[in-house]
């Protein structure tokens, strides 16, 4: 099992930049593939990004392809979203995610995770 926690998250003003982090508890963080979900009020849980195990594959959703990206750092056991021109709507709450896998994948179905974390809030004003 491995433990997610995100932070990085705040209020921010319409164009401004924020790196989300999400550090895992396991050494073996090589052996997941992680991405990013978030969560608007009122709304289901949407992808925003996925990465392979070993980062050489991602994968994004149409709405932020260009202004995010996500990063791993193995030897940290952490995993980054750099979001830059962020807009109102990129308002939601963060989650980061783990899938257990022996195969070089960047996955966007929710149902293909195995662990998250709590969420971080980002808050874009405009």
């Known amino acids: 099992q491995v433990q997610l926690v995100e932070s990085g998250g705040g209020l921010v003003q319409a164009g401004a930049s924020l790196r989300l982090s999400c550090a895992a508890s396991?050494?073996?963080?090589?052996?997941?593939?992680m991405g990013w979900f978030r969560q608007a009020p009122g709304k289901e849980r949407e992808f925003v990004a996925a990465?392979?195990?070993?980062?050489?594959?991602?994968s994004y959703t149409d709405s932020v392809k260009g202004r995010f990206t996500i990063s791993r750092d193995n030897s940290k056991n952490t995993l980054y979203l750099q979001m830059n021109g962020l807009k109102p709507e990129d308002t939601a709450v963060y989650y980061c995610?783990?899938?257990?896998?022996?195969?070089?994948?960047?996955?966007?179905?929710?149902?293909?995770?195995?662990?998250w974390g709590q969420g971080t809030q980002v808050t874009v004003s405009s």
């Open positions: 396991r050494r073996t963080f090589s052996t997941y593939a």
């Open positions: 990465i392979s195990r070993t980062g050489d594959r991602t």
């Open positions: 995610a783990a899938r257990n896998t022996a195969y070089s994948g960047a996955y966007s179905a929710s149902a293909q995770y195995d662990y």
